[in-house]
Protein backbone atom coordinates (compact mmCIF):
# COMPACT_ATOMS: atom_id res chain seq x y z
CA UNK A 1 0.00 0.00 0.00
CA UNK A 2 1.25 3.81 -0.78
CA UNK A 3 1.42 6.28 2.06
CA UNK A 4 -0.33 9.52 0.68
CA UNK A 5 3.07 11.64 1.14
CA UNK A 6 1.03 15.30 0.82
CA UNK A 7 2.24 15.59 -2.61
CA UNK A 8 0.89 15.43 -6.39
CA UNK A 9 3.95 13.26 -7.91
CA UNK A 10 3.18 9.80 -9.60
CA UNK A 11 3.98 6.86 -6.51
CA UNK A 12 6.50 4.51 -7.70
CA UNK A 13 4.96 0.91 -8.92
CA UNK A 14 7.56 -1.36 -6.80
CA UNK A 15 6.87 -1.98 -3.55
CA UNK A 16 9.86 -1.86 -0.64
CA UNK A 17 10.48 -2.73 2.97
CA UNK A 18 12.36 0.01 3.64
CA UNK A 19 11.51 2.20 6.31
CA UNK A 20 13.21 5.47 5.14
CA UNK A 21 10.95 5.24 2.14
CA UNK A 22 8.84 7.99 2.39
CA UNK A 23 5.79 5.66 0.32
CA UNK A 24 6.38 2.49 2.04
CA UNK A 25 7.98 3.76 5.30
CA UNK A 26 7.59 5.86 8.11
CA UNK A 27 10.01 9.32 6.73
CA UNK A 28 7.93 12.40 6.74
CA UNK A 29 8.76 15.07 4.47
CA UNK A 30 8.72 18.87 4.62
CA UNK A 31 10.37 21.68 3.90
CA UNK A 32 12.34 22.86 0.08
CA UNK A 33 11.28 20.67 -2.81
CA UNK A 34 14.02 20.72 -5.65
CA UNK A 35 14.67 19.30 -8.79
CA UNK A 36 18.19 18.63 -10.67
CA UNK A 37 19.46 16.01 -12.73
CA UNK A 38 21.03 12.58 -10.80
CA UNK A 39 24.90 12.89 -11.71
CA UNK A 40 26.06 9.97 -9.91
CA UNK A 41 24.23 6.54 -8.77
CA UNK A 42 27.45 4.67 -7.89
CA UNK A 43 26.57 4.89 -4.16
CA UNK A 44 24.19 2.53 -1.84
CA UNK A 45 20.70 3.74 -1.34
CA UNK A 46 22.30 7.27 -2.56
CA UNK A 47 22.75 9.65 -5.20
CA UNK A 48 23.86 13.17 -6.06
CA UNK A 49 21.66 15.79 -7.76
CA UNK A 50 23.11 18.62 -9.29
CA UNK A 51 20.42 21.84 -9.32
CA UNK A 52 21.08 24.68 -11.70
CA UNK A 53 20.32 28.41 -10.13
CA UNK A 54 20.29 31.74 -11.85
CA UNK A 55 22.67 33.77 -9.62
CA UNK A 56 22.50 37.70 -9.83
CA UNK A 57 26.11 39.87 -10.66
CA UNK A 58 25.57 43.09 -9.09
CA UNK A 59 28.37 44.75 -11.28
CA UNK A 60 26.96 43.65 -14.52
CA UNK A 61 23.08 43.40 -14.02
CA UNK A 62 22.37 40.20 -15.20
CA UNK A 63 22.69 36.58 -14.10
CA UNK A 64 24.56 33.93 -14.47
CA UNK A 65 24.47 30.37 -14.21
CA UNK A 66 25.48 28.36 -10.72
CA UNK A 67 25.36 24.73 -9.82
CA UNK A 68 25.31 22.95 -6.26
CA UNK A 69 25.41 19.47 -5.86
CA UNK A 70 22.94 17.94 -2.96
CA UNK A 71 23.28 14.40 -1.62
CA UNK A 72 19.84 13.13 -1.99
CA UNK A 73 18.48 9.11 -0.23
CA UNK A 74 17.15 6.84 -3.07
CA UNK A 75 14.62 4.27 -2.08
CA UNK A 76 14.76 0.74 -2.67
CA UNK A 77 11.15 1.49 -4.61
CA UNK A 78 12.70 3.57 -6.93
CA UNK A 79 14.77 3.24 -9.99
CA UNK A 80 17.27 5.87 -10.72
CA UNK A 81 20.19 6.17 -13.60
CA UNK A 82 22.76 9.11 -14.32
CA UNK A 83 21.64 11.65 -16.09
CA UNK A 84 17.96 11.44 -14.98
CA UNK A 85 15.86 14.65 -14.00
CA UNK A 86 14.42 13.68 -10.84
CA UNK A 87 12.74 15.55 -7.65
CA UNK A 88 13.57 15.50 -4.18
CA UNK A 89 12.35 16.59 -1.13
CA UNK A 90 13.64 17.50 2.40
CA UNK A 91 13.05 15.13 4.89
CA UNK A 92 14.81 14.98 8.53
CA UNK A 93 18.87 14.40 8.60
CA UNK A 94 19.35 10.52 7.73
CA UNK A 95 23.45 10.77 7.90
CA UNK A 96 25.85 13.62 8.16
CA UNK A 97 25.34 14.86 4.64
CA UNK A 98 22.00 13.71 3.58
CA UNK A 99 18.81 15.71 4.23
CA UNK A 100 16.76 15.01 1.30
CA UNK A 101 14.71 12.07 -0.24
CA UNK A 102 13.88 11.12 -3.97
CA UNK A 103 10.44 10.92 -4.29
CA UNK A 104 10.22 11.17 -8.19
CA UNK A 105 11.73 10.84 -11.30
CA UNK A 106 11.27 12.23 -14.56
CA UNK A 107 13.26 10.37 -17.07
CA UNK A 108 16.26 10.85 -19.06
CA UNK A 109 17.39 14.28 -20.14
CA UNK A 110 20.80 13.96 -21.53
Known amino acids: MVRNIGITVVPPKRNCEDELCPFHG???IRGKILTGVAVSAKANKMIVVAIEFPRPVKKYKRYER???????????????????EVK???????????????????????
Open 26 to 28: HLS
Open 88 to 110: ISECRQISKTISFVVIEVSGNIL
Open 66 to 84: SSSKVHAFLPECIDVKEGD
